[in-house]
T-cell receptor, first 114, second 112 residues
Framework: DGGITQSPKYLFRKEGQNVTLSCEQNLNHDAMYWYRQDPGQGLRLIYYSQIVNDFQKGDIAEGYSVSREKKESFPLTVTSAQKNPTAFYLC?????????????FGDGTRLSIL | KQEVTQIPAALSVPEGENLVLNCSFTDSAIYNLQWFRQDPGKGLTSLLLIQSSQREQTSGRLNASLDKSSGRSTLYIAASQPGDSATYLCAVLMDSNYQLIWGAGTKLIIKP
């Protein structure tokens, strides 16, 4: 079945540590996205990518980094510069960034601080 | 700056009732409006997408309307079932930069 796989489901970060969240899609989508979800708030865009080897900052990119070396993969690194990383992280993909097709989502990664 | 608001934040109704969820937005320069469902600890599933030129979309027991000029959308759920219990989120796709702006969601509980 085609879809988006996020791993791990739960992740714990120690002080000063960088952690990487995985996102893989087999939908042959060009565009991929990372969102952060906090309780009582709407999803906020961290980074997005419309094509391999290119990505753009979203509204809350500080303390995060991404790469897009393959069409299928869009990993997110939460760096030690992100002082409040505890949140639910969602990866999504779509055919094109602008368009009439909704984004498809993975099941998320919940990140907590040890 | 676009703001998307969903009221109420939570709603609990008995099974079988028809119900309406509300979504409002402050900037009418949108490309489309989308409704999603999120089950606890899971990702989002697309329910309905309404283009800015459309007034409504229907899928099964769900009907979504859009009044772009007044900045409002409603999601109507007919004959609610316990399986409809979830958080429902709306989002608008901006004309200017094709970015999705999200509401915080309405948590719906359908009591058997």
């Amino acid at each position: 079945d085609g879809g988006i796989t996020q791993s791990p489901k739960y992740l714990f970060r120690k002080e000063g540590q960088n952690v990487t969240l995985s996102c893989e899609q087999n939908l042959n989508h060009d565009a991929m996205y990372w969102y952060r979800q906090d309780p009582g708030q709407g999803l906020r865009l961290i980074y997005y990518s419309q094509i391999v080897n290119d990505f753009q900052k979203g509204d809350i990119a500080e303390g995060y980094s991404v790469s897009r070396e393959k069409k299928e993969s869009f990993p997110l690194t939460v760096t030690s510069a992100q002082k409040n990383p505890t949140a639910f992280y969602l990866c999504a993909s779509s055919t094109v960034r602008r368009g009439n097709q909704p984004q498809h989502f993975g099941d998320g990664t919940r990140l907590s601080i040890l | 700056k676009q703001e998307v608001t969903q009221i109420p934040a939570a709603l609990s109704v008995p099974e079988g009732e028809n119900l309406v969820l509300n979504c409002s937005f402050t900037d009418s320069a949108i490309y489309n409006l989308q409704w999603f469902r999120q089950d606890p600890g899971k990702g989002l599933t697309s329910l309905l997408l309404i283009q800015s030129s459309q007034r409504e979309q229907t899928s099964g027991r769900l009907n979504a309307s859009l009044d772009k000029s007044s900045g409002r959308s409603t999601l109507y759920i007919a004959a609610s079932q316990p399986g409809d219990s979830a958080t429902y989120l709306c989002a608008v796709l901006m004309d200017s930069n094709y970015q999705l702006i999200w509401g915080a969601g309405t948590k719906l509980i359908i009591k058997p």
